[in-house]
């Protein structure tokens, strides 16, 4: 209930928040695609990574374009498209490129965690429990984005 009554009362923020998300999601192709050219790898995680931004990009614009109007309706779904089919398609393309990246048992103990993570957030956001989709949430994303500076890094 408080989610809907921001969502009326602060549309425009709503609106660029997950307009901003939708440029994460372009952000975060990008850079398998050049995580992939780096070592390598098959097309195939780059394909699940695509199909990830095309549900991410559907969810997004459902919440974007509904606003208040249709969000009891449109957000559950919504919801469930970018964290759990998504973010599940993200994970198992982050998955293939961290199989086929040369790494040091550490830098795959990293991995294993930062993944296990991404899967438990779209279990909780599939199954609609939020407390393991925000904790998962927040280690992945403590663990991602240094990946990526390593990433960056060590492949260049």
Not at 65 to 83: K, N, Q, R
Request: neutral net charge; aromatic residues 14%.
């Amino acid at each position: 209930m408080q989610r809907l009554v921001y969502v009326g009362t602060h549309l425009l923020a709503w609106r660029l928040g997950w307009l901003t998300w939708i440029a994460a999601a372009v952000s975060l192709l990008w850079f398998y695609w050049w995580w992939r050219d780096r070592v390598g790898a098959s097309y195939v995680p780059l394909i699940l990574g695509g199909l990830g931004l095309v549900a991410d990009v559907t969810a997004e614009l459902i919440l974007v374009v509904g606003g208040v109007e249709t969000y009891i309706a449109t957000s559950p779904f919504a919801f469930a498209l970018t964290g759990g089919v998504a973010n599940g398609l993200y994970t198992l393309c982050g998955i293939g490129l961290t199989l086929a990246t040369p790494l040091e048992a550490w830098e795959r103990a990293w991995a294993v965690v930062m993944w296990t993570a991404g899967i438990a957030l779209s279990v909780g956001a599939l199954a609609n429990i939020p407390v393991i989709t925000a904790g998962a949430t927040a280690i992945l994303f403590a663990l991602f984005c240094p990946w990526c500076l390593y990433l960056a890094v060590k492949l260049r």
